[in-house]
């Protein structure tokens, strides 16, 4: 596992485990979390929106392995933002967890009109040393700009949808200049964005005996995009694990860039509702 480290020091794995409607109980969430630990994952993402925050909680809890060595990121949800309700959300994950501490607490999408309102709670959660990094996700340029504008502590980073279709370049591009690590949900498109059948990605794997998979997760870890890929099956949890023995060359990386199709399988940032 690679590692990188965010503004504040903190150390982060660059892939992790996604977790959004990766089981239909409570059952499957905690097999599939317990099932990445035990492959070698160490960092596992959710958000109060998943409604699996107890799952991921108990299954880190019971993994056996020592709670510094998980990283953990959970995402406040834009209605305890409206409600200002931002310290009592903190709690109740932290509640629905079990935990100590939370490693990354984010903004999982802008609201309009408080964008960058919030942030001052998020930074006063950050002084109360429950949690080690506090972050956006889902924000365009103009929202970090908001949020940059009253931050005393910087954004360590911003969670986007990613992948070779929409790379959003522009995004990590800014992200960067203000040291702020970029991340990828959604790394491997979708049904609705089939890009794993693309002959680009299929073509680059054969090069490397890897599956178009493998190969999107290393583009964006040789770009300096943290992954957060989401399965719940064990083999293809390994398959997007096993992707630190090779590397793409620049021209690989340049052909994957050129695959944009500025095409969303999300919604869009400026378009979201609570």
Known sequence: MENIKLNNGVEIPMLGL???????????????????LDIGYRHIDTATLYLNEKPVGKAIRESGIPRDEIFVTTKLWGTDIINNQIQEAFEGSLQNMGLDYIDLYLIHWPVKGMVGSPWKEMEKIYHSKKVRAIGLS?????????????ATIA???????????????????????????????SPLGSSKVPLLKDEVLIWI??????????????????????????SSNKERQA???????FELTPEEIQQINDLDKSHRTGAHPDQIEF
């Open 138 to 150: 889902n924000h365009l340029i103009h929202h970090l700009q908001e949020v940059l504008e009253q």
């Open 155 to 185: 954004p360590a980073v911003n969670q986007i949808e990613l992948h070779p279709y929409l790379i959003q370049q522009d995004v990590v591009d800014y992200c960067s200049k203000h040291n702020v690590i970029p991340q990828a949900w």
């Open 18 to 36: 996604g977790t959004y409607k990766i089981g239909s109980n409570d059952d499957d969430v905690y097999n599939a979390v317990r099932s990445a």
């Open 239 to 245: 398959e997007n694990f096993d992707i630190f023995d």
């Open 205 to 230: 794997g054969g090069k490397y005996g890897k599956s178009p998979a493998q190969v999107v997760l290393r583009w964006n870890i040789q770009k300096g995009i943290i992954a957060i890929p989401k």
